[in-house]
């Protein structure tokens, strides 16, 4: 497999999950009134940059640059990228309507407002990469060392979750049968 293959596969499921933003921003833009032109556009212009996104996400985590399972470094990273897409979205859709680039009226009101709402948006990336994420790399971990590392971190997260819970289902047993027992 050629490391470009490598490298899109470690990127899909950021791709993937980046890319689920443009139908829904379609859903929701239809649904809010506007006509199927720019629910169109807006579905193209903010779904490909928050793939692309994803998809560099996906690189970090595989590059060991964000480490899985902790939020600061994914919300940190859409705390930039989020504004950057929305912006990107507000252009493009200027652009493919008008045939020209659009501007917000007050940009750095409307990069800091993107900013705040990013936050909601890395907790949905980062629960969704979570779910997503591992299953794919145990498919893709053959041959490639970065998407097996990253699946046995994963696993291994998994594996202590299943103790702590057992512990946790094993000390409410033990505490039952004694109140049964003093009873």
Same mark, same amino acid.
């Given at each position: 497999?050629?490391?470009? &293959?490598?490298?899109?596969?470690?990127?899909?499921?950021?791709?993937?999950?980046?890319?689920?933003?443009?139908?829904?921003?379609?859903?929701?833009?239809?649904?809010?009134?506007?006509?199927?032109?720019?629910?169109?556009?807006?579905?193209?212009?903010?779904?490909?940059?928050?793939?692309?996104?994803?998809?560099?996400?996906?690189?970090?985590m595989a590059a060991g640059k964000i480490s899985p399972g902790?939020?600061?470094?994914?919300? /940190?990273?859409?705390?930039?990228?989020?504004?950057?897409? &929305?912006?990107?979205?507000?252009?493009?859709?200027?652009?493919?309507?008008?045939?020209?680039?659009?501007?917000?009226?007050?940009?750095?009101?409307?990069?800091?407002?993107?900013?705040?709402?990013?936050?909601?948006?890395?907790?949905?990336?980062?629960?969704?990469?979570?779910?997503?994420?591992?299953g794919w790399l145990r498919r893709i971990r053959h041959g490639?060392?970065?998407?097996?590392? /990253?699946?046995?971190?994963?696993?291994?997260?998994?594996?202590?979750?299943?103790?702590? &819970?057992?512990?946790?289902?094993?000390?409410?047993?033990?505490?039952?049968?004694? &109140?049964?027992k003093g009873a």
């Amino acid at each position: 497999m050629t490391k470009w &293959r490598h490298l899109g596969n470690l990127a899909l499921p950021g791709v993937g999950i980046g890319a689920i933003a443009g139908p829904a921003a379609f859903g929701l833009a239809l649904i809010a009134g506007q006509p199927l032109d720019w629910a169109l556009a807006t579905a193209l212009a903010l779904g490909l940059p928050l793939a692309l996104l994803g998809g560099g996400f996906g690189l970090l985590m595989a590059a060991g640059k964000i480490s899985p399972g902790v939020f600061a470094p994914t919300a /940190l990273y859409w705390l930039v990228g989020f504004p950057l897409a &929305r912006l990107t979205h507000e252009v493009l859709v200027g652009l493919l309507l008008t045939g020209r680039p659009t501007l917000p009226p007050d940009v750095w009101g409307f990069l800091a407002f993107q900013a705040i709402v990013s936050l909601g948006f890395a907790i949905g990336f980062s629960w969704l990469y979570e779910r997503v994420a591992p299953g794919w790399l145990r498919r893709i971990r053959h041959g490639d060392p970065r998407a097996e590392r /990253l699946y046995q971190f994963y696993l291994r997260h998994a594996e202590a979750q299943w103790k702590t &819970r057992e512990n946790r289902r094993q000390a409410r047993a033990a505490a039952r049968a004694v &109140r049964h027992k003093g009873a």
